[in-house]
């Protein structure tokens, strides 16, 4: 059926020792002479050898030496298959590839002036013959030959071993990766690169030469993500106790790129909006999300490089834990509550939609049809949150020993999540079969609780229920363990600290009860109940704090007792997450109490002098349209849109004064700097702006901030809320900005992300202006993104017009950018994952515009995700 399972995995029947490649680069005929030490396995003897190459011109073909004749091998255009091989011995091919031709970013592929190369997950069998999977690790040495004049840096994995002039003007560079690493994790980089470049001295004692390397306009911008390595490098060393392991670390920047970045060993290479950074062309968003994707691809080096995968069913392993890493090392460094509230966001607008639409799977997949298709919120960021989970069931000390253990058993193998599992469970004594459900089960698990008193005892019962909703090929589930954090709070305020009863009679057997600090319950059943005793009145509960369950909870709870649980409670996640259902319940219910409760809570927190400002800017964010749509059903966009706007306008309206107040007052503090008060102060700030420019006609404060800007952050921000408002100023400032950055693709992607984001059905117009004009670059990743990519997640008003227009104006344009590069058409058409909970007319659209693209789109990538987004 075209699927690879999970339970099909069988260890490769030959190994690769070495591999020595050498490289004559030339974007329009690029030669490849790969000389790989082979091992039979000896449990599998007599078994053919079969390599993968695609789209590779054989030239020739020799086994210890001798050239092997037509017929003792074949090659179909997908394998090369061998037979016949008595034992150990050494292939050596020569292929010709063809970079400039390379549309799809994976294998060899020209960027501008550069050749790069992207190979995870299946890419390195576009470069040359190989065991294109993550168990099959040999140790490199990669020799690279080019024209000096036009590639004066010639860059791979490894440490830089021999340097020499050829003849012709060129010239070769000869790289050594002395680590077993499989060919995912290749790279090369060729080109006119400059660099920054810092020397540290690792804890071990080793001298690291760290580099980043961009065109050479580009460097002064480097500054910021240089730093950023170092941090990453100190704070394994400190938080996790692993060094970095080779004399170099190269980071490129390159403006073609599918994704973020990748962690090639000693080799990593980014899209430049992940590197290139100064207070005038990056907001503080950018600046942060450059230190968190530099920190990701660097602490990759053990989680994914060190300790990789067994097969791609274990992707999570490496991304789920460098995402939970990634998060650690940010919240260590910044504030921890800010990072947690922004990962919740995405979490619960964007993975939860996924796990609640047609593309659900679990976070170990059993199958796949194109593993590309798996690098999904579900892998990345429900991965992490199992992690996170495992930390809070085990504690910082227990979970630090588990990841000793793992990194030690498995450093330098090819792991599963087992394997993972294993190292945990040796190192706290626990049984983790429950717990391993979170990889197998697909689905957001639903707590329902309860709550129960009785006057006349002072008995308080707390009923907790499970469900974890069906999902595609997976009818019926298990419950899952989940570690539940919860509080009770008497008629003062004060925390009520006896731990529930929690008796064999009422609770099921294998019930861990209450945690020592009785802070968490660790639910394993379907249905627990708490009790306690004698209480002298009502008490107040509040659940999951910190958000440490990624579950949905459904308690019954008044509006005024919502807000006094954000006043009483101190968790900062929690109060946020509190003032969220405020609003939910005002927008999706109509729910006048909450909404009435929310805007005193608003107004508290305006006027409050101890709150941080990044934490009321979080305050001030709204519930998203994935977030509320994600709690109704069927989703009726515009109505749901209409009520969030009266929300905002009416909030906006009664709380003018005090959102001008906090802005003006906070006018000094948001000036330059990269200090974590200005970065807060200028969050506030905007967050003011965009609601006082509600009622604003002239959007005199708008104009006068982007006039007066400083930074991208305010300057920004500001030309937004006249895009947004269409304010009389907005077409003057609109092309004031676009002349002032015409030359920077980063920056044309930010103002075509404000504009295709106007949030009214009308910008699908504006839309197809970009379209048609010579903004649109089909081949660049980042502009895809810019234009479609924004109108259909940051545009649902738009997005979702009743008459189809935006539907089609994203599904005319996936067949040609299949055409292209397959993966960046896949995410758009993923973005439609959401069709079936559509209300019955707009759903009829979505139908017809997804059956539409039938028989129109050729990749495996695109196949795949319509046949799933379209199957009954
Ligand atoms: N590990 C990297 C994944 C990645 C990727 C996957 C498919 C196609 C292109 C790609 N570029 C990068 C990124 C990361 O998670 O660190
Ligand atoms: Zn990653």
């Known amino acids: 059926d075209g699927h690879v399972h999970l339970a099909d995995y069988v260890p490769p029947a030959w190994r690769i020792r070495h591999a020595d490649l050498a ?7 690029t030669e490849v002479h790969a000389r790989l030490s082979l091992d039979p396995d000896p449990d599998q003897p007599g078994q053919p050898l079969v390599l993968d190459g695609e789209e590779l011109t054989l030239l020739s073909i020799a086994v210890d030496g001798r050239p092997l004749a037509a017929d003792r091998y074949t090659y179909d255009g997908a394998t090369l298959r061998i037979d016949g091989l008595a034992g150990a011995c050494e292939l050596e091919t020569r292929v010709r590839i063809h970079p400039a031709g390379n549309t799809r970013l994976e ?99 080793r001298e690291v030469e760290l580099n980043v390397w961009a065109e050479p306009g580009d460097v002064a911008r480097c500054e910021y993500a240089l730093g950023a390595i170092e941090r990453s490098l100190r704070w394994d060393e400190r938080r996790f106790g692993r060094g970095y392991d080779l004399d170099v670390f190269n980071v ?42 530099v920190a990701h691809e660097y602490l990759h080096n053990w989680s994914g490089n060190r300790v990789t995968l067994r097969d791609w069913f274990q992707l999570s392993l490496k991304e789920g834990l460098t995402v939970f890493r990634d998060s650690e090392f940010s919240a260590d460094l910044h504030s921890r509550a800010i990072k947690r509230i922004e990962a919740v966001r995405v979490l619960r607008g964007r993975q939860f939609a996924e796990d609640s639409g047609a593309l ?217 997450d509190g003032l969220q259902r405020l609003a939910m319940r005002a927008i999706l219910q109509h729910d006048a109490l909450a909404a009435d409760a929310l805007e005193a809570a608003l107004d508290d927190l305006l006027a409050d002098p101890a709150a941080d400002p990044a934490f009321v800017a979080e305050c001030l964010a709204l519930p998203d349209f994935d977030t509320l749509a994600d709690a109704m059903a069927p989703v009726e966009p515009d109505a749901l849109l209409d009520a969030r706007d009266a929300l905002l306008d009416r909030l906006s309206r009664a709380l003018s004064a005090p959102l001008l107040a906090r802005y003006d007052a906070m006018a000094d503090a948001a000036a330059q700097g990269l200090e974590g008060p200005a970065m807060a102060a200028r969050a506030l700030r905007n967050a003011c702006l965009a609601w006082l420019t509600r009622h604003d006609p002239a959007a005199r404060l708008a104009q006068r901030q982007f006039d007066a800007a400083r930074t991208m952050t305010e300057r920004g921000a500001a030309l937004r809320c006249l895009l947004h408002f269409g304010a009389p100023g907005a077409a003057a400032a609109l092309a004031d900005f676009r002349a002032q950055f015409a030359h920077d693709p980063l920056v044309t992607d930010k103002w075509i992300g404000w504009v295709v984001t106007r949030p009214q059905a009308s910008a699908s117009d504006d839309v197809a202006a970009l379209l048609a004009s010579e903004w649109w670059k089909p081949a660049n990743p980042n502009r895809v ?53 559509l209300h019955p007319p707009l759903r009829a659209v979505a139908r017809d515009t997804l059956a539409g693209l039938e028989g129109q789109l050729r990749s495996p990538d695109c196949r795949d995700l319509l046949a799933r987004l379209l199957v009954d």
Not at 814 to 831: I, K
């Open 360 to 576: 659900a799977h679990p976070v170990r997949p059993d199958r796949y049809r194109e593993i590309s298709n798996f690098y999904t919120l579900t892998i990345y960021e429900k991965g992490a949150e199992v992690i996170r989970l495992l930390h809070t069931l085990l504690g910082e000390d227990v979970f630090r020993a588990g990841m000793d253990r793992y990194f030690a058993d498995n450093d330098g193998r090819a792991a599963t999540i087992e394997d993972f599992l294993a190292a945990h469970a040796a190192a706290s004594g626990r049984d983790l079969a429950q717990f391993a459900l979170w990889y197998s089960q697909a689905g957001t698990p639903e707590l329902s609780i309860a709550e129960d008193f009785d006057a006349a005892t002072g008995d308080y019962t707390l009923t907790v229920e499970q469900h974890v909703p069906p999902t595609p090929g997976q009818p019926l589930k298990q419950p899952m363990l989940v570690p539940l954090r919860f509080a009770l709070y008497d008629v003062a305020g004060a925390a009520i600290t006896a731990a529930p009863e929690t008796d064999a009679a009422i609770n099921p057997a294998g019930f861990h009860g209450v945690a020592t600090n009785g802070a968490i319950v660790e639910l394993v059943a379907a249905r627990h109940v708490l009790r306690w005793r004698g209480l002298p009145g009502k008490p107040l509960a509040t659940f999951n704090q910190g958000f440490a369950a990624p579950v949905k909870i459904a308690f019954a709870q008044s509006p005024a007792d919502l807000a006094r649980s954000v006043r009483v409670e101190r968790d900062e996640v929690y109060r946020w």
């Open 107 to 205: 294998g060899l592929y020209p960027s501008g002036r550069l050749l790069l190369t992207q190979c995870e997950a299946e890419g390195f069998r576009r470069i040359t013959f190989f065991t294109d999977r993550p168990d099959v690790m040999p140790r490199w040495r990669i020799t690279l030959r080019a024209a000096r004049e036009r590639f004066p840096v010639l860059l791979a994995n490894g440490n830089p071993v021999a340097r020499r002039e050829l003849d012709d003007g060129r010239h070769e560079s000869t790289w050594e990766n002395p680590h077993p690493t499989p060919c995912y994790l290749f790279a090369l980089a060729a080109g006119d690169l400059d660099r920054v470049t810092h020397s540290v001295r690792t804890a071990e004692g």
């Open 23 to 29: 490289f004559d680069l030339d974007p329009d005929a």
């Open 785 to 837: 993104r810019a234009v479609l990519g924004n109108f259909q997640r940051g545009n649902p008003r738009a997005f979702h017009r009743a008459d189809g227009a935006g539907f089609r104006l994203v599904a005319a344009r996936l067949a040609a950018l299949d055409a292209t590069n397959p993966q960046v058409a896949a995410r758009l058409l993923g973005g439609f994952e959401g069709w079936r909970r």
């Open 252 to 293: 490129v920047a390159a403006q073609d790129f599918t994704m973020g970045a990748m962690e090639n060993k000693g080799l990593n290479i980014f899209n430049a909006r992940y590197i290139l950074a100064d207070e005038a062309t990056a907001t503080d968003a950018d600046f942060l999300a450059i230190e968190s994707v």
